[in-house]
């Protein structure tokens, strides 16, 4: 080969090394990668969230992009698998060259934070709840809140407000469903109450008569739920038909599969978690005639963060990663947010609960 | 609360029977491990869910289509699938192949169509009674019922009629039955569409207690399988009875162990048959027929 | 006997698994009212034969006529339907039916049969099922199973499934029996009461009689005709005397010697 050539070749390899960032500033499209279960067993997931992120996106592009340009989602399918997540996020780095890449539920989440961490490229999520997911990596972002500070203040209002000292608790058979319940049997007894019973729901189960039984015979006066959207509903479904008609409470699980899966015997159960602004509802009424959720909201908020990031920090990792560490107090719809240098957000949960079949503040 | 778990152990039992028996029929008269089995299973529950939800008819059309589908299937697995395997006389793990084959089809046409995520038909929680401690629903106590007038009418199908008796000879000797001229094609069919239709009624109460999900039919087949092994290869009663224990014992276990193990339960007990009594609770009633 | 019809008639009979040639040019009748023994080794092909003509098998060449029709290309239903039988090596019954039940199934197409007799269980079906009680009660009695009716047959002896065995089959009613060894596995009186059994069967119910046996005592006792066949070839056939009047034969192929006698003149179809 002519050294003429490789000496170009050299220029510009180290081009593209140094100075990614005012080439590509320059482009007429934002791009912005995201990864999600768009098929697959939790697709109602990726659904909420691609019905969110289009939301957003739509709003900011009428006003005029990010300074002129367009933001232009480049959606990857992972299918709820951590390898498919893997090969995804690996190819918008590589070859779609995104500076940052949103994802989605824990599992793939997990997975996709050491490739991020490793190719300097900002990660954030609004799915997963992992307690481990901001800590990671100095990439990686989160804009939903753990689920144990909102179970705990569900475990306090129980106790505190409601009188409840007999708590029976179902968890569905999962790493972070587990932790929770394990930390409300603990807050409830610190409180001075008592855990009568603790059942699992198997993952692979749809019929959960015999932990509902087991639970049932050990008397509570209330029933903690530690589940997702569709076996949490499944178990309130059979609790009522088990002949268990007490108070429920429920993990951050408010999304429409829980009502569909739970029909009536959802009404009455108080959960915790974070509140939804009705101008945000009002859109998303209008646009997709349907209720808005949770899931779509917080993404919904996300992209507004990552559209700051970027405005003030410039199309690079670095300039957005940083860049959210400072917003301080955005009036998301979902409360205000700052992420902070955990790049955990902070929002304090509400008491919430189902009435009517929907979503709402309690009293 | 064992009277509670007793009485759920009856009704998971009665609906593994129903499952079981089908697949007793089948594969006691044909030896096909019959996983297309579930297949119907599944059809059936979607049947009812589709019918339900997609058409909004009310419950007893469902029903019918529901049947009536599963045993359109069984017919077609059983004249498509196996007859031409049958009459070219191929190996048994071609007929295994088939089946296998014919579930993945049925179970990925229902995910083309209606999705992975799993889909309840009633969302409202069943009617349930009362009754001093004991709660029972509705619907358990339909299968109950429904039970107690299947198995004796399948009793007497097999111990009294004619067509009954064919079946027996029929899985008792095949080679033997075509000899003496019995019309071993119709009796064939006539396995299938019972089995199916067996089947179909299994995947209805199963869809209208917890719902349907495209993978259902696995759960349910295997059980079926691990119901005929443990209740005797060859006796179709046996199936039943298995399956009634089966289901006894997963829920009656939640009384010693966590309700996590129910799964495991089922293969732990087939182990124990295998290892202990592998031919079954009958296995005293079935002598070795010589070669 | 000569004057006797043939029910059946076998020309050129040959069957060859791959390169073996089981069954090569055979040509043997069996006249009506008789009984034609085929005698020979093992491996000769004599059960080849009994399945080329229940249809089991298809032959390489050749023809095989039933009362003057060919069979070849019919199913073994049909073959059995028009009255053929046959009896197998190992007494094949069906072991979780009663006794009665084995005898029941034998009965060619029932009302029973069609689904909805059986459901319904109409008069017609109930009146036919009470006439095939009598009648396989009546069969039963023929072998001597009687007592045995509501056992199931797996529940009898050894004997007692090959005089099953021999009863299932004349549920359909043959006209043409083949019986495979049927007196293997028999105790003496038992080979005692199958003869008897057999020439009952020719003599008194004028069915026709195609018999594999090894014993040869039997075949001399009862046999109208004997064909010797060896290694799929039919090398000689003629009446029991003439058989015997050739011992070195017989025992040149079969290794047992004859001492098998029958009251010379008695006939057994008249
Ligand atoms: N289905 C078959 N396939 C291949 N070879 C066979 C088959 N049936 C019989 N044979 C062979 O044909 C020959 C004749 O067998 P058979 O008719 O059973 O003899 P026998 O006279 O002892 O009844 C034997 O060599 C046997 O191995
Ligand atoms: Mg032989």
Partial sequence: MDKMMKVVLCAFFLHFVLFPTPHDSAAQEIKIGIVSCLTGPAAFYGTYMKKGVDLAIEEINAKGGIKGSKIAPIWEDDKGTPTAAVSAIKKLISVDRVPVVVGSLTATALAMIPVADKENTVFITSLSTHPDIAKMSKWSFRNCINTVPSAMAVVDFAYKQQGKRKLGILFFQNESTRRIAEGVKKRFEELGGTVVGMEMLAEEGVDYRSPIIKIKNANPDSIYIAAFARQGGLAMKQLVESGVNLQFYADPIESPVWLQTAGSAANGAIYGYLDIQQSFLDKYKSKYNEEGEIWGALYYDTMYTLTIAIEKGGYTAEGIRKSLIEIKDYPGITGAITYGPERDVIKPPIIKMVKDGKFMKHQ | ?291 | ?270
């Avoid at chain 2, 395997?85 to 229902?110: D, T």
């Fill in chain 2, 1 to 291: 609360m064992v009277l509670q778990l007793i009485v759920n152990g009856v009704v998971s039992g009665a609906i593994y029977a129903l499952m079981a028996v089908g697949f007793a029929l089948i594969y006691n008269s044909t030896h096909i491990f019959h996983l297309a089995h579930g297949a119907v299973f599944t059809l059936s529950g979607y049947t009812l869910y589709f019918v339900v939800k997609g058409m909004n008819l009310p419950l007893p059309v469902a029903i019918l289509f529901a049947i009536t589908l599963s045993i359109l299937l069984g017919i077609a697995i059983e004249v498509r699938g196996y007859r031409p395997l049958r009459e070219r006389k191929v190996s048994l793990a071609a007929f295994l192949i088939s089946s296998l084959g014919i579930f993945i089809v049925v179970e990925n046409g229902l995910i083309l169509l209606f999705g992975a995520i799993p889909k309840l038909i009633t969302e409202e929680p069943l009617k349930a009674y009362q009754i001093g401690s004991l709660v029972i629903t509705q619907l358990h106590m339909t299968v109950i019922l429904c039970c107690l007038i299947i198995f004796p009418l399948l009793h007497l199908l097999f111990a009294k009629t004619r067509v009954g008796k064919m079946i027996r000879a029929l899985s008792d000797h095949p080679e033997l039955a075509l000899i003496i001229g019995l019309e071993t094609r119709r009796l064939y069919l006539f396995i299938t569409i019972l089995g199916a239709a067996l089947a179909g009624v299994a995947g209805i109460f199963v869809g209208l207690d917890v719902g349907v999900t495209p993978i259902m039919g696995w759960d349910a087949v295997l059980i079926a399988a691990v119901a005929v092994i443990i209740g005797s290869v060859g006796y179709l009663p046996g199936a039943g009875v298995a399956a009634l224990l089966v289901g006894l014992v997963q829920n009656l276990s939640v009384l010693k162990i966590s309700a996590q193990w129910q799964g495991t339960i089922t293969f732990g007990l087939l182990i124990l048959f295998l290892v202990f009594r592998p031919k079954g609770i009958f296995g005293k009633m079935i002598a070795s027929r010589g070669a």
């Fill in chain 3, 1 to 270: 006997m000569s004057g006797n019809r043939s029910v059946l008639v076998i020309q050129g009979l040959t069957k060859y698994f791959g390169g073996l040639k089981a069954v090569d040019n055979v040509y043997m009748e069996a006249a009506e009212c008789s009984i034609t023994s085929l005698i020979g080794p093992n491996g000769a092909g004599k059960t080849t034969i009994f399945n080329l003509i229940t249809g089991l098998l298809q032959p390489t060449s050749g023809k095989i006529y039933y009362k003057n029709q060919s069979i070849l290309a019919l199913p073994p239903t049909t073959i059995a339907r028009i009255g053929i039988g046959r009896t197998f090596q190992e007494p094949r019954v069906f072991n979780r039916l009663s006794v009665l039940e084995n005898i029941l199934i034998g009965f060619p197409s029932q009302k029973g049969e069609r689904v909805h007799h059986a459901l319904l269980r109409t008069k017609a079906a109930f009146e036919e099922e009470k006439k095939n009680k009598e009648k396989a009660i009546e069969i039963l009695e023929f072998v001597g199973l009687a007592d045995r009716g509501s056992d199931l047959a797996q529940d009898l002896s050894h004997g007692q499934q090959r005089f099953l065995s021999v009863a299932r089959v004349l549920a359909s009613n043959p006209d043409l029996l083949l019986m495979d060894e049927p007196t293997v596995g028999l105790h003496r009186e038992e080979i005692v009461r199958l003869i008897d059994l057999m020439i009952r069967l020719v003599k008194s119910q004028r069915r026709t009689i195609l018999l594999v046996e090894h014993n040869m005592d039997v075949v001399m006792n009862i046999s109208d005709e004997i064909h010797l066949l060896v290694e799929g070839h039919g090398i000689a056939h003629g009446k029991p005397e003439d058989i015997k009047a050739n011992p070195k034969l017989v025992e040149a192929f079969l290794g047992t010697s004859l001492s098998g006698n029958r009251k010379k003149g008695e006939v057994l179809c008249t």
